[in-house]
């Protein structure tokens, strides 16, 4: 009987606990599949919430990896040739609630432009104190740090997604109950993360 090989065409992968080890790097067979998959034709594609200055590290490791869907769906974009295929932002009136939402949980509140992710200063040494330790290195090298993230988003013309960070699961859940009725995308993540886009966007979307 003669196998039946699907013709696959596009492979897509998540980072954190999928395409990453948990100490965030990659594993060589996997390097190792994703180039024979490459070889013969198949699209291999990153498909994450991470921002595109979170993802540099691996783009140069990763030559076959040529597009993302990344920002959760909020941004697709081509590493090749360094443009923007598709792209949603959230409402500037939407981004302000989410301010005030983090300012009222002391949350750290984190946005992400096709290029940046802004943070504030005085919060983005202490990721521990977000249960996200384990991301400092990164958050050091790749963020955009700013004094007064109100009067910095004022600036930007383009947020395509918030994380935000919050100190406890309870306080995620009480901000997400404030925040789930206006028109916008969630999702829980991490120990107490909530990520926020677009209505209507996600990855598989």
Do not use: W
Not at 113 to 135: A, P, W
Not at 139 to 168: G, M, P, R, W
Not at 177 to 190: A, G, I
């Amino acid at each position: 009987m003669k196998q039946y090989i699907p013709n696959i065409k596009l492979v897509s992968v998540d980072m954190d606990g999928t395409l990453l080890k948990s100490d965030k790097t990659i594993h060589q067979d996997t390097l190792r599949d994703i180039e024979e998959a490459s070889r013969k034709g198949i699209n291999v594609t990153y498909c994450t919430g991470r921002a595109i200055p979170e993802l540099a590290a691996y783009v140069n490791s990763l030559p076959a990896i040529r597009y993302g869907v990344c920002l959760a769906g909020a941004l697709v974009y081509d590493f090749h040739e360094k443009r923007v295929i598709y792209k949603r932002s959230l409402h500037p009136g939407h981004v302000r609630k989410i301010v005030e939402s983090s300012l009222k949980y002391d949350a750290m509140a984190q946005f992400l432009t096709v290029d940046k992710s802004i943070v504030r200063s005085d919060q983005v040494n202490h990721m521990d104190d977000f249960n996200l330790g384990e991301y400092q290195a990164m958050f050091d090298e790749v963020t955009t740090k700013v004094d007064d993230l109100s009067e910095e988003v004022k600036d930007q013309e383009v947020i395509l997604k918030a994380n935000i960070h919050y100190h406890t699961a309870e306080d995620r859940q009480a901000a997400y109950e404030d925040l789930k009725l206006l028109p916008m995308s969630f999702v829980l993540s991490e120990t107490s993360t909530l990520e926020i886009m677009p209505e209507g966007v996600n990855k598989a979307a």
